[in-house]
């Protein structure tokens, strides 16, 4: 089980939050993978359902993202287009899913990527002249077994993955940090990325104090604009009144499957089967 959020906000970039927790196929629950990586620029994605299928779709697109000789130096403002890369990329992602072992394609596997979109959808009857096109952020789901890219593209969308989304309780405090009559984007005048920082302890919050098993109060987000993607997380200090501080801190965390198949040799845990 698992919780991958992808954010749009108005101020032309995009964010993903993805929680820790793995169960295993003896129902064992752990703290203790990262679910969203940078894929290339300017593109973020994370996964839910099968970690071992999951990887596989991740370094898929990793690779076919790295960028072309072509592309200049690191500091270019050259990207992918997100929709573009969804569709090239499903084929890919269908074929990786139906070699997969059936015990893992029976916890099936879904990917959400926000990426920083340069292309102008204005239909051109109403493009005001002049105006030049900002980039944006835009949201695509895809799911097994045919990765049909499902796109948002309008400013304050959020998309959901994994068992998280159909927790109604979390879903509407999501709703919260969306509503612009709410006073949170306010935050985001006050420093770049506190926007997503804040729906991140909004995680943490109602996580911690309503707990569902398969979801974890640790998340990590990712951030992504036009010439920069970065990473955070919602580690914080809690001082509760009369009593000493709480440090609420991320756990160790697999980064690669390679990483997760040690850990797990480590406890001696099975990594077949596990899901995000």
């Keep these: ?26 129902g064992d629950e752990r703290d203790m993978l990262q679910k969203a990586y940078p894929l290339g620029p300017y593109i973020i994605g994370g996964f839910a359902g099968s970690v071992k299928i999951g990887f596989e779709l991740l370094h898929s697109l990793q690779y076919g993202m790295a960028p072309p000789a072509s592309a200049g130096p690191p500091v270019s403002i050259w990207t992918w287009e997100p929709v573009g890369v969804a569709h090239e990329w499903q084929p890919i992602a269908k074929a990786i899913f ?12 879904h ?7 340069h292309e102008d959808l204005t239909p051109d009857a109403v493009k005001a002249p ?18 049909k890219p499902l796109v948002t593209n309008r400013p304050l969308s959020v998309e959901h993955i994994g068992s998280g989304a159909f927790v109604d309780k979390y879903v509407d405090l999501m709703k919260h940090y969306f509503d612009p009559m709410s006073g949170t984007l306010q935050a985001e005048t006050a420093a770049f ?13 109602v996580v911690s104090d309503d707990p569902v098993g398969g979801i974890s109060p640790h998340v990590h987000i990712l951030v992504c604009r036009s010439g920069q993607m970065f990473m955070m997380n919602n580690d914080t200090t ?3 009144t009369g009593k000493d501080p709480i440090e609420f801190k991320m756990p160790k965390v697999a980064q690669s499957y390679s990483e997760f198949l040690a850990m797990c040799s480590a406890t001696g845990t099975i990594a077949a089967g596990a899901r995000s």
Excluded at 7 to 25: E, K, L, P, Q
Excluded at 98 to 109: H, I, K, R, T, V
Excluded at 134 to 147: C, G, L, N, Q
Excluded at 193 to 205: E, V
């Design 1 to 26: 089980m698992t919780w991958v959020i992808g954010a749009s906000s108005i101020f032309g970039y995009g964010a993903i939050m993805a929680d820790v927790r793995i169960t295993f196929s003896n």
């Design 111 to 117: 990917i959400l990527m926000v990426g920083i979109s």
């Design 130 to 147: 002049n105006v030049i096109q900002r980039p944006r952020a835009v949201i695509i789901r895809m799911m097994s077994p045919e990765f």
């Design 238 to 240: 809690i001082v509760p």
């Design 193 to 205: 990325g506190m926007w997503p920082k804040m729906l991140a302890r909004g995680i943490r919050q």
């Design 98 to 109: 139906a070699n997969a072992e059936p015990g893992e394609q029976a916890l099936q596997s």
